[in-house]
């Protein structure tokens, strides 16, 4: 199974300290910024991952990334 859209930019948040940083600031801006394009389910999900992970550590953040990028994993 391929790794959906989601997982890729997962994935990149996991591998990329700049990249997810930007995420943290300005989700929306940073995902289409890259390139990557997702659907508006996609979207609110990742949306729900970020509204958890608000007011956790940068280490923290990174832990639960990557977690969740090892979940998408095709």
């Known amino acids: 199974m391929e790794e959906t859209t989601l997982g890729k930019v997962l994935h990149r948040a996991a591998q990329e300290p700049v ?3 930007r995420m943290t600031t300005h989700l ?3 995902v289409a910024e890259e390139g990557f394009v997702l659907t508006d389910g996609e979207m609110r999900q990742l949306r729900g ?9 940068d280490r923290q953040v990174y ?12």
Do not use: D, I, N, T
């Not at 991952?49 to 550590?57: K, Q, R």
């Open 19 to 21: 990249f997810l940083k």
């Open 28 to 30: 929306g801006q940073a």
């Open 49 to 57: 991952y970020w509204e958890a992970l608000e007011g956790l550590s």
């Open 63 to 74: 832990e639960k990334v990557s977690a969740l990028a090892r979940g998408h994993r095709g």
